[in-house]
């Protein structure tokens, strides 16, 4: 059968890709990779940096678009079958990336250029590639006895699996909550842009009336602005128990099975938990340097957060004589606060914020910091209508990368936001090769009588995931394995984070904030609004996040072995961060992808931690003019183009001249006063 994913291309070829192509692609693309590798192993050349180290970076490149191809659309445009074709290749590449790492002969020469290291010449880059070949085989088991080796093996290809079911299980109990509401009064306080998307979502789905999910563009706006408060509470009790409902979609005993194993490994490797393991490959580098620098996030922000649940507490007893401030009512309130304290309401800044001048503004942006245009072409094969194709150029018309842009929910394809390539940036003989980058977002779709209006909020999930993209796009490097977002975990946020900044500055939003009907720019009191507004309740918002991040380390950084109660552990490590009452039917954990199926474990902290590096970074920023060229440059050779070349912290350093600040973040947050 010809096979696309097995010829030659450049743009992944969705349109000729089918389901059956993927698992003999996979089979293929293992075999021959493996192929280079015993290449490697059987030169009979002494082990150079270049034949061993370099020809081992540069192997397998036709397995990993595969992967990027398939592993995406599970992603954005899954289905049974691909999920089926998930569950059986997962754990093939587990296998094959441990028949890599416990490869004797390779590590041996890979260990041998690692031991005459200081002989020979190498540049910071080739020395980190080295540095990070030799660490991905002793962490991976290569020092290890046959019978640990085994099995790591075991624990690698089961810890894939869980992973995989785990998301499945999330995805699955989001798409079965519906809630169909057949009386108008239920959707009273709704504005009326998402009644009609509600109606929408009805009508798509051949039913009368207005339909709510849990997906976010349904979700958040019915939490924030539906007055039934019976219907709130039914709706946050099921976004809260997804996986917590006993049935086959339960992830507590897949969370159970994940820890332990997790912890098991690190002892394989020689470390004492999870976290242990993780750190020593980040900027953190001990779980006790994480949890000091949350515990004194946690002194600056616990007094905030105490006055602002007091005071929203005061706000709903005034207004609705509300008892007890639950877990239901923070977004209804707190939106009703924050209109009566700045008369500023999401569904006024809405029609500034089309989503197509969104994305202009975005690119205009980039063009002033960095020079980058930004051609829609119609050309390029894409896996739904829907997404969008860009090719990106610089102001001497080299071309710089190709970007895909995926922004509206459908129901194969996961919650939340994301970026992602499709081809990472490499040069190999002198050729520069560009990347592939991706965004994929869930916001609202035009309706037959509004475009597509994003909040403020969503507003800043875009620029945050173009932020990702530009670290993508902009890579510059030698090798594919140290380029783009390829960095220390709690670095990789910083280039997303910093960008959001711009959303809140006046000479940013002169941009693209235009009302889609009349196209009058944003008001410049809604603009002051907007940034007086964005320290509302940040004491709540950053306990919230600490909250993440101490629940990621109980799970990680302790041993878990007699865990048996996944609720009952997870309320003793809220305990600190605790501000609304506990609701027995809901458990966090169970759909906390991001430490159990994605790349966060051990590494939520990197959030806040990303924060600070921001905060300073866009300090630096505002005292020379956010659209300065020079600073930007140093921003742009210093982070973004160098990928993981170098340690994060130099990096940070040449481009700021300093390490990060923490006051910048308390500053702009707001907690260095309450804390005076």
Known sequence: MNNPLLEPFNEAPFSKIKNEHFKPAFLQAIEDAKQEID???????????????????????????????????????????????????????????????????????IKTVYENRDAIELTPEQATLLDKKYRSFSRNGANLNDADKKRLREI???????????????????????????????????????????????????????????????YIPFMKYAENRELRKELALAFGSKGFHNNKFDNQENILKIVKLRFERANLLGYPTHAHFVLEERMAETPEKVLEFLNELL?????????????LEEFAKELDAIDRLEKWDSAFYSEKLKQKLFNLDDEKLKPYFKLENVINGVFKISEKLYGLKFNEVQTIDKYHEEV??????????????????????????????????????????????????SNVCNFTRSTSKK????????????????????????????????????????????????????CYEKEALELFAFHYETGELIPMELVDKIKESSNFQEGMAT???????????????????????????????????????????TCMSTAFSHIFQGGYSSGYYSYKWAEVLDAD????????????????????????????????????KRFRGAEPNIDALLERAGLLEVNE
């Open 39 to 109: 290449d490697i192993t059987s030169n009979p050349d002494a082990p150079t940096f270049e034949n061993t180290v370099v020809a081992l970076d540069f192997a397998g490149q036709q397995l990993d678009r595969i992967s990027s191809v398939f592993f995406n659309l599970n992603s954005a445009e899954t289905n049974e079958e691909i999920q089926k074709i998930a569950q059986e290749v997962s754990p093939l590449l587990s296998e094959f990336g441990n028949d890599i790492t416990l490869n004797e002969a390779l590590f041996q020469r």
């Open 156 to 218: 690698d290809a089961e810890l894939s699996k869980l992973k995989l079911t785990f998301g499945e299980n999330v995805l699955a109990e989001t798409n079965a909550f519906e809630l169909l509401l057949t009386n108008e009064e239920d959707l009273n306080g709704l504005p009326e842009g998402e009644k009609e998307a509600a109606a929408h979502l009805a009508e798509s789905k051949g039913k009368e009336g207005w339909l709510i999910t849990l997906d976010y563009p349904s």
């Open 299 to 311: 002194a600056k922000a616990k007094p905030a957060a105490e006055k602002e649940y007091v005071t």
């Open 388 to 437: 969008k194709t860009f090719e990106v150029y610089d102001e001497q018309d080299n071309f710089i990368s190709l970007f895909y842009a995926d922004f509206h929910p459908r129901p194969g394809k996961r919650g939340g936001a994301w970026m992602t390539s499709f081809k990472s940036q490499y040069t190999l003989n002198g050729v520069n090769s560009r990347p592939q980058i």
């Open 451 to 502: 475009p597509s209006l994003l909040t403020f909020n969503e507003v800043t999930t875009l620029f945050h995931e173009f932020g990702h993209a530009l670290h993508g796009m902009l890579a510059n490097t030698t090798y594919p394995s140290l380029s783009g977002t390829s960095v220390y975990w709690d670095f990789v946020e910083l280039p997303s984070q910093v960008l959001e900044n711009w």
């Open 543 to 585: 306990l919230r996040q600490l909250s993440f991040g101490f629940l990621d380390m109980a799970w990680h950084g302790t041993d878990p072995t007699n865990i048996s109660d996944v609720k009952a552990y997870e309320v003793k490590a809220f305990e600190s961060t605790n501000l609304f009452p506990e609701t027995p039917e």
């Open 617 to 652: 970074a866009f300090h630096y920023f505002k005292e020379n003019g956010i659209f300065n060229r020079e600073i930007a440059n140093k921003f742009k050779e210093n982070v973004l183009s160098k990928g993981g070349t170098e340690n994060p912290m130099e990096l940070y």
